[in-house]
């Protein structure tokens, strides 16, 4: 590629790119801290309303709707609080430090109340934005044990990527494998139907490519970040690609969730900030009883939660009378 | 509904809407401020690449390609440039004052070369955010005129809204109904086929529900900004909700383009600071000739401007190897 005529623009383009990138990180985290207050003054409002995240939840967009089985939706009754953290931001006094970690890692907590699924009562699952060694960036977590009671939505995934990633760890090889554990949860992925996967098997994401270390992001980055700056004065740097037999490694075929990367982000960037307008939308369902032609067929969380007639009307009456197609 | 027992929270709720809002608004300024030089370095770049405009707009998503007709796809192979500003940001020694405007508020400008269609060299149409007395908040905008040609893709319609517009504003009152060009216009709307909709029709845009001045907003700010004031001292506050007579003139019966502040918004929001991603988006395509079964089928600009092969690939590799699912 080196060889190539490639136009300069392209290349000023590319930096232009990453420059745009920095710009939102900056505002990301900056969102973050602003917000952080009336998060906190949320959650203590919502506390008060019954069953506000299992109702956020059945009002979820379809790209959290389609991993909710009716087993999930069971267990979402329980969902007792959500909680989304940018836990690489520094808050308090010492305030941003551009060094400090990136913005875009997330840690995504759940609280459930006693239930036949699980003993635990909260779940959480990290994501940390790294970047590897030959040119990938992205998140990725580590699996979260779960214990199961009697039933396993998952029916058996989610335990095979934990048992597959602590077999990686202990060898110190992330990349391993062949051995018995790896081939269970091969045979497992392929055999499983994805539109019946659970919602709890995205607890066992690992990576849309592969696993990559704090270590190994941290020296990318400083390579990384070089190369911007030689870039910056107009020189030419060629970037790392991965080689044939890291392609392959790379591939994520022993990922329970391909896309739990994502799932992660409509979690933490449309459900969690837009939690009171899905908890109206209910609201506004429940009353409205010409919902039949809606296409999405979500589970019926409120019958399962044997909730009635909501004894009030929420106040749509701050300022904000109902969009006829609110977006956002 | 004063006399409806609301329970406190729901209005706890309400005023913390609004307080989000408050930061959204702040970020979207701060952002604007600090990605201004970034666009502007953009603008230089991408005037030196053949078509970078047209093969953006060839490659945008489906909430503003459904409004491409054939017709339009022509003319769009002849758009030189477009711009976003979001014009009530001072920008500036001054810097960000809260109360100097709205940064939701947006200019979209077109700019075109020599074509068959119209003789206007610059479209621009400006959006503003505005209150109105009865409690409604949105983008409201005024029709553009266009000078065509011999064709009009629109048939009628764009220049009917003008008509419609500036009758209104002779007679001051925008709320005049039942003249001529009024009754002309309902009946353009009505005959018409939505999906074959031109986009032009969419410079005919005035309002999702009716046309709000500055001066009613200025007032409605005022008065909304003292109730949010006692909102937050805890006191209850009754909003401004519309007469039924009121919401008649609300329907939007007369408007030309009923989503057309969400086309804006596309624009602004995704088209403008993603547009190089569907730059290169169009460049994929064209190297990845499997392409067919691209369910949105969208009109080949590529082939309309008659554009071979690139003579050169796009360099990648400025540390952003393609995602295999990017988004956003």
Known sequence: MADEQVPVHYEDLALLET??????????????????????KRQEIVSKIDNFWPLVFEQSPPDVDRYITPNDAN??????????????IPM?????DGEAGDPRSIAIRFEFEDNEYFSNTVLEKKFWY??????????????????????????????????????????GDMKKKGFAAHKKLLKLIESNNVDN?????????????????????????????????????GERVESPEPEEEDMADMSGEDEVHPEGDELAQVIAEDVWPNAIKY???????????????????????????????????????ADEPPKKKQKK
């Open 130 to 171: 790294r970047r590897s060694n030959d040119g990938w960036s992205g998140l990725v977590s580590e699996p979260v044990k779960i214990d199961w009671k009697e039933k396993d939505p998952t029916e058996g995934l989610l335990d095979a990527a934990h048992a597959v990633f602590e077999e990686r760890k202990k060898a």
């Open 75 to 88: 267990i979402f009754t329980k969902l007792k609080s959500l909680d989304v953290k940018r836990f690489e």
């Open 19 to 40: 420059q745009f990138d920095e710009v939102d990180r900056e505002i990301l985290a900056k969102q973050y801290v602003l917000s952080a207050p009336l998060y906190a």
């Open 197 to 233: 996967t659970s919602f709890f098997a995205w607890f066992g994401y690992v990576s849309a490519t592969r696993y990559v270390s704090a270590e190994e992001s941290a020296q990318a980055n400083k390579e990384y970040k070089e190369r911007q700056d030689k870039r910056s004065k």
């Open 279 to 317: 908890f109206n939308m209910s609201e506004m369902d429940f009353e409205d009883m010409s919902d039949e032609d809606d296409d999405n067929a979500p589970i019926d969380l409120r019958a399962l939660v044997g909730k009635g007639k909501p004894k009030t009307k929420p106040s749509n009456d």
């Open 92 to 96: 308090g006094p010492e305030k941003i």
